[in-house]
């Protein structure tokens, strides 16, 4: 079993900040990939940013230069920070980790968290 427990969301005026946090625990062996990804009513959802083992990031045009993610390994925990918000940025946030559960698992597994709100008022 692994959980992935997210914290951070709330309401902010338009070119306000938030940052959200997300740690994974249970059986955890290794994470590739966390990330975060959003869904706004009536739209699928959309990565937003991700993180591999090796350090590389991705991040979805809309939110360069505005969003900033990062990982801490040994506490198996990302963060996203939000700056400079739009009111096009509410939604749903979903914490994302792609990872194996034991060292003899050639499996990669997928986990979501249950998703806080970001709201950004104009």
């Known amino acids: 079993q692994v959980q992935l427990v997210e914290s951070g969301g709330g309401l902010v005026q338009a070119g306000g900040s938030l940052r959200l946090s997300c740690a994974a625990s249970g059986s955890i062996f290794s994470i590739e990939v966390m990330g975060w990804y959003r869904q706004a009513p009536g739209n699928e959802r959309e990565l937003v940013a991700k993180t591999t083992s090796g350090g590389s990031t991705n991040y979805a045009d809309s939110v360069k230069g505005r969003f900033t993610i990062s990982r801490d390994d040994a506490k198996n925990t990302v963060v996203l920070q939000m700056n400079s918000l739009k009111p096009e940025d509410t939604a749903v946030y979903y914490c994302?980790?792609?990872?194996?559960?034991?060292?003899?698992?050639?499996?990669?597994?997928?986990?979501w968290g249950q998703g806080t709100q970001v709201t950004v008022s104009s």
């Open positions: 994302n980790a792609v990872l194996k559960t034991s060292p003899t698992e050639w499996s990669l597994y997928s986990y």
